[in-house]
């Protein structure tokens, strides 16, 4: 009876202790023991709000802007314009597919406003021929200017206003598929003004016509234009691969030559995509003839 008794008891206490895990015999059992609790605990990756803000620009804002009929125009006008935004429309489909059209308008937080007509015909003659003209307007009410040369100063700044409008065309020859070489013609009038930033003088209360050339005046130029171009990114909303580019221009002064001036212009940028082109590294190197 004691036997019987003494067996129930070892059994109850045996049921009622808790369990103790085995502590693993080796160092090898241990790594294993520790993964599996890793992956019974891991979580899928979530990525954070500029991942995502990245992602969506460049998966679903770039067709956005680059959308066939109407469509958002956002962005910059030029610098220190501000953000911009108005609206485009865009018809790929002229000419049996060969012209493309783009109209828009836009203005930016800063009053800087500017609209442009486009036709294009990008890819003639087996794609070995482009032409394109345009005509624009601009009103930039707001522009800095310091001074000439290595004289300036920000302690000299000041604003002024500028308006023009652009008529112009210009032709390409492909004499490969990712060479382009041209040239071009623009007409354009500057007609400058006072200058509507109110935290800084406009340009006429410190500045004459000695210390800031062409102030008072104003001048219609012929621009005259030579480039070459190439390009062999991949894609071209870049995931690698590089457009280099370099231009010559003349502006040929209409009301005398007085102000008639050459102009040269570098823009190179260069593309590495790494995780399997999931990201992408750019580089740029741009210049241009000192202000």
């Not at 990008?122 to 200017?145: G, T």
Request: no cysteine; charged share 25%; hydrophobic share 35%.
């Amino acid at each position: 009876m004691y036997r019987i008794s003494g067996l129930m008891l070892l059994f109850w206490l045996a049921a009622g202790t808790p369990a103790y895990p085995q502590e693993p015999a080796t160092r090898a059992e241990a790594d294993r023991e520790r993964r599996g609790k890793k992956n019974d605990s891991a979580q899928p990756y979530q990525p954070g709000g500029l991942e995502r803000a990245m992602h969506f620009a460049e998966e679903k804002a770039v067709f956005i802007v680059g959308r066939e009929g109407f469509y958002p125009k956002l962005g910059s006008l030029t610098t220190g314009s501000g953000f911009a935004y108005g609206a485009g429309y865009r018809d790929r489909d002229l000419f049996d597919k060969k012209g493309v059209l783009d109209l828009w308008a836009a203005t930016s937080t800063r009053l800087y406003w500017a609209t442009e007509a486009r036709l294009s015909f990008p890819q003639l003659a087996n794609k070995r021929v482009m032409v394109e003209a345009w005509a624009a307007h601009r009103e930039y009410p707001q522009e800095d200017f310091f001074g000439i040369g290595p004289d300036s100063a920000r302690d000299d700044q000041t604003s002024y206003a500028i308006r023009s409008d652009l008529l112009g065309s210009r032709i390409g020859i492909r004499p490969l598929p990712i060479v382009l070489a041209g040239g071009g013609l623009e007409y354009l009038n500057p007609r400058l003004g006072r200058g509507k930033d109110s935290s800084v003088p406009s340009i006429e209360e410190r500045f004459n016509s000695s210390t800031a050339p062409g102030l008072g005046d104003s001048a219609a130029f012929l621009r005259s234009t030579a480039f070459l171009e190439v390009d062999y990114r991949e894609p071209k909303n870049a995931r690698q691969g590089g457009w280099y580019r370099i231009d010559f221009s003349r502006y040929a002064d209409r009301d005398g030559g007085r102000y008639t001036v050459n102009r040269t212009d570098t823009d190179l940028r260069q593309f590495v995509g790494f995780l399997a082109g999931r990201r992408v590294l750019a580089g740029r190197l741009f210049t241009w003839p000192p202000g």
